[in-house]
T-cell receptor, first 112, second 113 residues
Framework: DGGITQSPKYLFRKEGQNVTLSCEQNLNHDAMYWYRQDPGQGLRLIYYSQIVNDFQKGDIAEGYSVSREKKESFPLTVTSAQKNPTAFYLC???????????FGPGTRLTVT | GENVEQHPSTLSVQEGDSAVIKCTYSDSASNYFPWYKQELGKRPQLIIDIRSNVGEKKDQRIAVTLNKTAKHFSLHITETQPEDSAVYFCAASRGPGANNLFFGTGTRLTVIP
């Protein structure tokens, strides 16, 4: 399970609070991604980054923010503006010239 | 953007039988089609993938076929075993440099012993 890690595994927050999910990789990958998964659905792209200090919105970026200050790290902040934040969040990484994405173990966020 | 549709949403088979899951995509520029297996609460694991320059790829009991003209691809699992029970996702992307994955909605496969 090494290579790409996410913490914590479970996270609980009250509505109205911002929360930051961690994603770290030691694979020397340039590209990193954040996906959201809801029950019975596929993964949907939130944000991605191909290089340090640069990132792009995916299909469902509203209510989320990211930063990419280091190649190894791509934290995701779920803001209070996200209307339905409870979900399973998956981080992934890949090399720029490669096809395969490697997924982290995920963080299950519950907001009440 | 890309739209990937996946069918069926649930599939039950007897142990030893074959299972087939089908996906269609909309973006003719997509050229990479991976299949992921996800067990409950775990990360998706890549089980097989295919690129648009081939029509079929096999890995032991698993095979994937691709029809670029019709924009559809399928996963075939032969001699199914109980440990094959999981949710399977297809995905599509334009490949390196633009390899954001667009996922289907998943198929829950149950193999009945």
């Amino acid at each position: 399970d090494g290579g790409i890690t996410q913490s914590p595994k479970y996270l609980f927050r009250k509505e109205g609070q911002n929360v930051t999910l961690s994603c770290e990789q030691n694979l020397n990958h340039d590209a990193m991604y954040w996906y959201r998964q809801d029950p019975g659905q596929g993964l949907r792209l939130i944000y991605y980054s191909q290089i340090v200090n640069d990132f792009q919105k995916g299909d469902i970026a509203e209510g989320y923010s990211v930063s990419r200050e280091k190649k190894e790290s791509f934290p995701l902040t779920v803001t209070s503006a996200q209307k339905n934040p409870t979900a399973f969040y998956l981080c992934a990484s890949s090399i720029l010239t490669g096809y395969e994405q490697y997924f982290g173990p995920g963080t299950r966020l519950t907001v009440t | 953007g890309e739209n990937v549709e996946q069918h069926p949403s649930t599939l039950s088979v007897q142990e030893g039988d074959s299972a087939v899951i089908k996906c269609t995509y909309s973006d003719s520029a997509s050229n990479y089609f991976p299949w992921y297996k996800q067990e409950l609460g775990k990360r998706p694991q890549l089980i097989i993938d295919i690129r648009s320059n081939v029509g079929e790829k096999k890995d032991q009991r698993i095979a994937v076929t691709l029809n670029k003209t019709a924009k559809h691809f399928s996963l075939h699992i032969t001699e199914t075993q109980p440990e094959d029970s999981a949710v399977y996702f297809c995905a599509a992307s334009r490949g390196p440099g633009a390899n954001n994955l667009f996922f289907g909605t998943g198929t829950r496969l149950t193999v009945i012993p």
